[in-house]
């Protein structure tokens, strides 16, 4: 058995300043920088994401992988035309080659968005679709964020999406997705699809599966996947900040020859989310706020994600609204983590360790996440910025933050960085001499991935509401192409 895999990755937020270039999905500076062929293979093996999971079940069953190409930068604004037809024509080419295949097993987010494609995984789904021709399964992953379309569900025979967030089960779904197509191939399933949109559109917060209501949905699907008849059902809790028409909430259920069991699965769990909808309203605390509940209880550490800045999610990652807040209020033991910011590196760095400094930090991508700060302080480490992460999500995952430097003003340490990066392990900031469980304070550009590494330590976690692309409150966004009416956009 062969089966080609592969994976054109890109979550886009579409409010983000400027467009992605082919350039971030190619580049040294890129998070998961376009592989090809056998390298894909070498460098996912073991690693926690769905195509760490086809290896393993590749290995287990001993089948034949065939591996066409794989890049996942980091989310950033509308993907350039040619950038996107660069890299389909280069999966295509690869996979013209790789034929005869008996299954096509593909690695993709489904939030990609390009100058002229609302849905490119739709468009990339058919375009797989009519090189294998309508006979060889094609299945592939999804993350909990993608805005599931029509076009997708009709191109590809099954989609497996992530079933939690922070994404810890990326491999689980990856060999999940792996077994249903050796399953497909050797004719013991027929899997069927039906689909279901929710008219909602939810900020990350309220996607968080540890907790109620999203937890409840998942443990709903979970029960529903046991029923007979059922091979896989996905609950997208959606990306809002991609400014499309299908962007928000949908179901995709797969049962095994019953068209009408798989629609009426994906239509029973939609109607259950939006009889939920009152309890996905979003609650931020106002950073101020947290800042002085962490001071005044001394406890610590306290948390604030600030996920407007959530490069994770397409923001810049250089906001520095609340490091002039933790400065302001003197916060004691305070960390921010990151900004990106090359130029204040190369200063430092020119002014080495253990100097003193005067730096303009951040806010220099646009004028959405707060201005840049002048600050005075100390140049404490310097560092290549390498690390592997060693929490449960995205486990064994090398990252590169370019170089960086822990620069401390007054008691608030800041850790900038060349790379705009998510830091969601512990590794980002102990790999830099910073140990998270002696810190007050941790401001971290993440909106909720860093609970699956910081949950069991944090004192206390705080939804901060700063300013920014990735702000979870969706009403403050100006939709334009988004399908209406919307909850809670609209009065429905
Ligand atoms: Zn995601």
């Known amino acids: 058995m062969r089966i080609a895999t592969g994976g054109i990755l890109h979550e886009t937020n579409t409010f983000a ?10 580049g040294e500076g890129s998070r998961q920088k376009l592989l090809v ?7 996912f093996s073991g690693v926690g994401t769905a195509t760490g999971g086809f290896i393993a079940v590749a290995d287990e069953l001993g089948f034949e992988l065939a591996p066409l190409i794989r890049t996942f930068p980091q989310p950033s604004g509308i993907v350039e035309q040619d950038a996107y037809e660069h890299l389909a024509d280069m999966m ?6 790789a034929m005869p295949v008996d299954g096509v097993l593909l690695d993709l987010h489904g939030a990609m968005v390009t100058e002229e494609l609302e849905d490119a995984e739709g468009d990339l789904l058919a375009r797989v679709r009519s090189t294998v021709g309508p006979d060889i399964p094609i299945v592939t992953t999804l993350d909990l964020h993608a805005n599931i379309t029509p076009a997708m569900t009709a191109a590809a025979d099954v989609l497996v999406g992530y079933d939690t967030y922070p994404h810890v089960d990326c491999m689980e779904r990856g060999v999940e997705a792996a077994r249903i197509l050796a399953d497909t191939i050797g004719g013991r399933i027929r899997p069927v699809s039906g689909f279901a949109q929710v008219d909602m ?7 968080c599966t540890l907790v109620s209501p999203m937890k409840d949905v998942l443990e709903l699907v979970q029960d529903i996947e046991t029923r007979p008849g059922i091979i896989s059902v996905t609950f997208a809790g959606g990306f809002p900040f991609s400014d499309i028409r299908d962007a928000g909430m949908s179901v995709v259920a797969h049962a095994d020859g019953d068209e009408a069991l798989a629609q009426d699965t994906a239509e029973e769990i939609a109607k259950y989310v939006w009889s939920l909808r009152e309890a996905f309203r979003l609650e931020l605390t106002p950073l101020h706020e947290a800042i002085r509940f962490a001071i005044e209880s001394g406890e610590g550490p306290v948390i604030l994600a600030d996920g407007s800045d959530n490069p994770g999610g397409g923001a810049p990652c ?5 490091l002039e807040a933790l400065i302001e209020a003197e916060a004691p033991r305070a960390t921010v983590a990151i900004i990106a910011d090359p130029e204040a590196v190369a200063e430092a760095i020119a002014a080495g360790v253990g100097s003193q400094v005067t730096l303009k ?5 646009d004028n959405r996440h707060g201005r840049p700060l002048g600050l005075t302080g100390y140049v404490k480490l310097i560092s290549d910025g390498n690390y592997v992460n060693r929490g449960p999500m995205m486990t064994g995952l090398p990252t590169a933050m370019g170089r960086s430097v822990v620069f401390v003003v007054g008691e608030v340490e800041v850790v900038l960085t060349e790379q705009r990066i998510q830091p969601f392990d512990m590794e980002a900031l102990r790999s830099l001499g910073i140990e998270p469980t002696q810190r007050l304070l941790i401001g971290l550009k993440s ?16 939804e901060i509401d700063t ?11 100006d939709y334009k192409h988004l399908r209406r009416p919307m909850w809670p956009l609209d009065d429905v």
Do not use: S
């Not at 909106?447 to 705080?462: S, T």
């Open 201 to 207: 559109l939810i900020g990350p917060p309220k996607q």
């Open 17 to 26: 300043e400027g467009t992605t270039p082919l350039e971030a999905f190619v």
């Open 318 to 322: 250089d906001g520095t609204v609340m």
């Open 92 to 97: 295509i080419e690869k996979l013209e080659q």
């Open 467 to 477: 300013p920014g692309v990735h702000n979870p409150d969706v009403t403050r966004y």
């Open 37 to 43: 062929g056998e390298e894909i293979l070498k460098a």
């Open 447 to 462: 909106a909720v991935h860093f609970r699956a590494d910081y949950g069991d330590i944090a004192a206390e976690i705080f």
């Open 361 to 365: 930090v951040g806010g220099k991508t």
